[in-house]
């Protein structure tokens, strides 16, 4: 009988592959067929005649150990991103490393491989999940995700401390219908945007999974990306495993419908490179029917199935698993390793390194020696969590961080909550949560402290309604009301509610978790919520006790600063499966702001918060305006180093501040070069830019010298090639502290462009450093410069793209550039000009070359789309639209008479093939090439101009009918080419209707 120890010896019979590898190897060939699927659920079993034990993927560890009970709690990962700084990301992810393994000692089911971090770029500030991403520049986040990653992996050779996953791999930041949705990346939104986010810490070596996003990429979902996918495992030095996200597999085919079957889902999604299906909680029934039966229908193979699983057997060998114990470097850290003093101090340098201090009139830092601090608002005095966190050992809130620092002074609290009691209209009696806070009842003849709620309104309508009497929340987790909830929280939140307001003045409350409302049971008095609709629910006379504004008004007079402390409820208005509906402040936030600002003191905006705010007139009205992120169980004392003057600041932001909310574009438009959005191409001026932060001093920046004013031109597939084809570039930058002050100075080049042929970001960062400067001190700093940064994806330099079929290549086009460096990406009072050389791009001959449809130099009205269920890309005409154009710049059609477009229908049968079966050939249909089944339900035309003339006049090629073949049943139709048309054209393909291109030969 083989044993889990005939590993290592048949390690050794296989030189040539890594010890890891060769071990996983080794278990895979002792594992029965059986044995072997049953693993590819997320909750493996035991095999125990091996004596391996069960395994699960996943632990979430996004800015600590997540859902497992006490954890030191890390600043969200905006909010570490804004630190800019590699080696503080390290030192967090190792620290939440440890914790995971000492949460795996106490009880050995918690997985080692943590889910984190996450890496999509923060494309749109209105993205409900904003508050787990780095940055909206995708380097910056590659670089700082890899950070993170090699901290949670650990420092030995073979043996990692835990195993990240990036998530969510394509295209992902919506979420509002996020499984359903598809996202428009053309080939230069994909190479320049997204998959940069993705590529550096997966070549790093610092990852040993990745997880697909819920959502689609050009019509197919990313769960079964089969190209993408391949790709991805292309840039990696080791294995890489997949694994679902949750319930994703089921959704193939009950939400997106892309498959008819479960059986043809799951054998489309193993072939595609998912390795382990996250499915139907720890239930793996469901997963093993389906691949069995895709199995004995043929749709997988044996090798299909070994492939994901040796791919498991990696991962899990990496964690030391399959070693003998004395190789495991970590297995001595023990259960206690939670909360540890190093831990703590970490936390609270993390929370004070991403403290950004957007503008300052001379309010801070604060005064050496207060008499009175007033700090208002509903994060003065609370700390309040995310979704992706851990149970903090302690919170400490802002107002006693104060209370600790400044023991002299006196500070001053007030929330802006109205405290209210609430009388019911049918019993008359006014609501009282009982002495175990169990139930409320409308049973109180008067109003005593039994009966007082605190009210906060977060926006839109959204309340928490907290008892004075048991310090707790209001929830709905049952029908019957409680009062409590410690925090808002949960996937479901169930501590907010809505009132509606009646004419009469009397409250009706909905429960927003639930959509019930809230009424009085007959004879016990008991509020539940169970009514369904305003007409049917309680009416509730409103009691004012205490108003919230004369209570901020009171304390901010009487202080010789305010602090307004406000911003969001990480589970309130914007969260997982809940995008933001806009950027401004919440309406009670801004009544706190004015009432404080009113009172005449010194105030100080604080924005504790996952996501921008278009502040609007508060920012013109506020003394100083700081923004934190969610800073954890060290909020308090990390942001007071910073406010008192203790520490200087060092937070830069990651992520633009728009004015308005239509500044940020459209949530669902993912083409950032088309739509000009993000820092890189939008033309809107931010409240505050990219890379923007203050100090307690003020740096000059006195010059830029570059090492070579001209480069040539160059071409790759990678950025590397690019990079190795030109000299190296190096920028010295001359500045100043010109203040009083010591200033940790993050000093930024970017590379502006305007009026290429290709469009390229307005401004885009390509090399960054930090330099200290003592008051006075001058220094000049030099920075290498990633000239692949200044390449665009070019679709006309090459027909034929790496890995996902996408056109084009890498391209250093000739012309003018500058090199900028200043306190933001906006503000870069010194440039250098750096010009490349070369000719422009040559007309693309294409006698005998296929042109991609998706492959266009612009389009309008169309989109990318699935050529077949597992690969290749189309293009046809966008929801809404009955018409759009894709153009083809430079191309040169001279001998070629004919050109054959390979066309099909969005009507008509799905595919010519089953889902999931292979295979994209013609379908079946009576006629012959270039004849439509039936009657015509979309068009193709084809027309020239003179190249790059954009006045010019654009002359029919030809036109072809398109009937309702079914959109993977692809048809050649033939077009004759007048021999009028010689030299180089633009080519324009016109689609109308239900037609699908494909691609067009000539």
Wanted: glycine residues 10%; negative net charge.
């Amino acid at each position: 009988m083989h044993s889990l120890h005939d590993a290592p010896d048949l390690a050794q019979d296989a030189p040539d592959l890594d010890p890891v590898e060769a071990r996983a190897a080794a278990v895979l060939a002792l594992l029965t067929l059986d044995e072997k699927i049953a693993m590819l659920h997320q909750a493996a079993p035991a095999v125990e005649r091996l004596g391996l034990a069960p395994f699960r993927t996943g632990t979430e560890a996004l800015h600590g150990v997540s859902w497992l009970g006490t954890a030191t709690v890390f600043p969200q990962p905006v909010g570490l991103a804004a630190a800019w700084d590699e080696d503080l990301l390290t030192r967090v992810g190792d620290a939440v490393a440890t914790e995971v393994r000492a949460k795996h000692a106490a009880d050995p089911t918690v997985s080692l491989n943590v889910w984190a971090p996450v890496v999509n770029p923060l494309r749109h500030p209105l993205w409900g999940r904003g508050e787990e991403g780095f940055s909206e520049d995708p380097h910056l986040t590659a670089e700082l995700a890899t950070a993170y990653a090699r901290g949670l992996r650990g420092t030995h050779p073979t043996v990692w401390k835990t195993v990240p996953t990036l998530k969510h791999f394509l295209g992902y930041s919506n979420e509002v219908d996020r499984s359903v949705t598809s996202s428009h990346l053309p080939p230069q939104a994909l190479r320049e945007y997204e998959l940069p986010a993705y590529r550096g810490a997966v070549a790093s070596g610092a990852v040993g999974a990745v997880m697909p996003s819920y959502n689609l990429v050009n019509g197919r979902p990313n769960h079964v990306a089969r190209e993408l996918l391949d790709e991805l495992r292309g840039w990696a030095p080791g294995s890489i495993a997949v694994v679902s996200d949750a319930a994703a597999p089921t959704n193939l085919v009950e939400s997106e419908r892309y498959f008819p079957t479960h059986t043809a889902s799951h054998a489309a999604a193993l072939r595609a490179g998912v390795d382990s299906f996250t499915d139907n909680d720890a239930d793996p029934r469901l997963t093993v029917e389906r691949v069995t039966a895709a199995l004995a229908a043929g749709l997988v193979s044996e090798a299909d199935v070994d492939r994901a699983v040796l791919r498991l057997l990696v991962l899990r060998a990496r964690t030391g698993e399959l070693s003998p114990p004395d190789q495991d470097p970590y297995r001595s850290i023990g259960p206690d390793a939670i909360d540890l003093p190093q831990h703590r101090a970490l936390a609270r340098e993390a929370v004070a390194r991403g403290v950004v201090v957007l503008s300052n009139r001379g309010a801070l830092p604060l005064p050496a020696a207060p008499t009175r601090v007033a700090v208002v608002g509903p994060h003065a005095d609370r700390v309040v969590h995310d979704w992706y966190s851990g149970t903090p050992p302690y919170t400490t809130s802002i107002a006693a961080a104060l209370v600790a620092r400044y023991p002299g002074a006196e500070v001053l609290v007030a929330d802006g909550a109205d405290r209210v009691a609430l009388r019911s209209r049918s019993t008359g009696a006014y609501v009282e949560v009982s002495d175990d806070a169990s139930v409320l009842t409308a049973t109180s003849p008067t109003s005593t402290r039994s009966t007082h709620l605190d009210v906060t309104d977060w926006g839109e309508g959204v309340l928490t309604l907290r008892s004075v009497g048991s310090g707790r929340l209001l929830t709905g987790s049952s029908w019957i009301l409680a009062a409590d909830a410690e925090r808002i929280g949960g996937w479901v939140a169930q501590e907010t509610f809505r009132s509606h307001r009646h004419a009469d003045g009397s409250w009706s409350l909905q429960h927003v978790g639930s959509r019930r409302w809230v009424r009085v049971q007959h004879g016990s008095g008991l509020l539940v919520a169970d009514a369904d609709d305003a007409a049917a629910a309680e009416r509730f006379t409103v009691r004012t006790v205490r108003a919230g504004a004369p209570e901020v008004a009171r304390v901010a007079a009487e202080a010789d600063v305010v602090l307004v402390a406000v911003g969001n409820d990480p589970h309130v208005l914007g969260r997982e499966t809940e995008d933001r509906p806009h950027l401004d402040l919440p309406t009670g936030a801004q009544e706190i702001w004015k009432v404080a600002h009113e009172s005449g003191r010194p105030a100080v905006l604080v924005v504790v918060s996952s996501y921008p705010y278009a502040l609007g007139s508060v920012a013109d009205e506020a003394a100083a305006v700081v923004w934190t992120s969610h800073g954890g169980q060290e909020l308090g004392p990390g942001l007071v180093d910073v406010l008192s003057g203790d520490l200087e600041p060092t937070g830069r932001l990651a992520q633009t501040w728009w004015r308005e909310t239509r500044d940020a574009g459209e949530i669902l438009d993912y083409d950032v070069v088309s739509a000009g959005t993000t820092y890189w191409y939008s033309d809107a001026d931010p409240l505050y830019a990219f890379g923007h932060g203050l100090s307690w001093s003020t740096v000059a920046y006195d010059a830029i010298t570059l090492s070579t004013p001209e480069l040539p031109s160059a071409t790759g597939t990678t950025p590397e090639e690019v990079t190795a084809r030109v000299a190296p570039l190096t920028a010295t930058v001359r500045l100043r502290n010109t203040g009083a002050r010591p200033v940790d100075e993050l000093v930024a080049l970017y590379g502006v462009t305007r009026d290429l042929p290709v469009a390229a970001p307005r401004r885009r960062l390509v090399a960054r450093t930090r330099v200290h400067l003592a008051p006075g001190e001058a220094a000049s700093v030099d920075l290498a410069i990633d000239v692949s940064r200044l390449a665009v994806w070019d679709v006309g330099v090459s027909t034929q793209g790496p890995g996902t079929s996408t056109p084009g290549a890498f391209h250093l086009q000739p012309g003018g550039y500058e090199i900028g460096t200043g306190p933001s990406s906006v503000d870069l009072p010194v440039r250098a000009p750096l010009r490349v050389t070369g000719t422009p791009r040559p007309a693309r001959p294409l006698d005998g070359v296929t042109l991609l449809a998706h492959g266009f130099d612009a389009y309008d009205g169309v989109l990318t789309s699935d050529r077949t269920p597992e690969e290749g890309s189309a293009i046809e005409v966008a929801a809404g639209r009955t018409s759009g154009w894709a153009r083809y710049d430079g191309l040169v059609l001279d001998g070629g008479p004919r050109a054959t477009l390979s066309v099909a229908s969005t009507t008509g049968p799905r595919t010519g093939h089953a889902p999931g079966a292979g295979g994209d050939g013609p379908g079946s249909g009576a006629g012959g090439p270039g004849t439509p089944d039936g009657p015509s339900v979309g068009t193709v035309e084809l027309l020239v101009r003179r190249a790059g003339d954009r006045a010019g006049t654009w002359e029919p090629v030809g036109r072809v009918e398109v009937g309702a073949s079914g959109r993977y049943s692809w048809r050649d139709a033939a077009l004759d080419v007048p021999d009028t048309i010689t030299g180089a054209v633009d080519l324009l393909a016109r689609v109308e209707g239900a037609a699908r291109l494909a691609s067009i030969r000539f």
